[in-house]
């Protein structure tokens, strides 16, 4: 599984992106699909997660403002981001789990990672 993530950049407070994650495969009858974001010096913390029955998980910093979605060919997962805050500033990761078993807010937990995408928010 090879995971590109794409869409990060510079916005002002308020302001709004659309992360995207291209996956080479999505065929994994128990996969969680989720993102993820580091600051330096900081753990990895979950953002949001989207299993294969379609049920979505969000950290409660992000609940309201950021949407996990996939794309209708399936390969393609996003994040869309709305009201962006300083603090969401960070290098935002696309992780896959394909044995999922209910634990989406590990990172230990994904097997395949993305090289991330930088969101800086002033």
């Known amino acids: 599984v090879q995971l590109v993530e794409s869409g990060g950049g510079s916005v002002q407070h308020g302001g709004s992106l659309r992360l995207s994650c291209s996956a080479s495969?999505?065929?994994?009858?128990?996969?969680?699909m989720a993102w993820f974001r580091q600051t330096p010096g900081k753990e990895r913390e979950v953002v949001a997660s989207l299993d294969s029955d379609g049920t979505t998980e969000y950290a409660d910093s992000v609940k309201g403002r950021f949407t996990i979605s996939q794309g209708n060919a399936e390969n393609t997962l996003y994040l869309q981001m709305n009201s962006l805050r300083p603090e969401d500033t960070a290098m935002y990761y696309c992780?896959?789990?394909?044995?999922?078993?209910?634990?989406?807010?590990?990172?230990?937990?994904?097997?395949?990672w993305g090289q991330g995408t930088q969101v800086t928010v002033s």
């Open positions: 495969m999505f065929t994994y009858s128990r996969l969680c």
């Open positions: 992780a896959a789990d394909i044995d999922y078993d209910g634990s989406w807010e590990e990172a230990l937990d994904y097997n395949y």
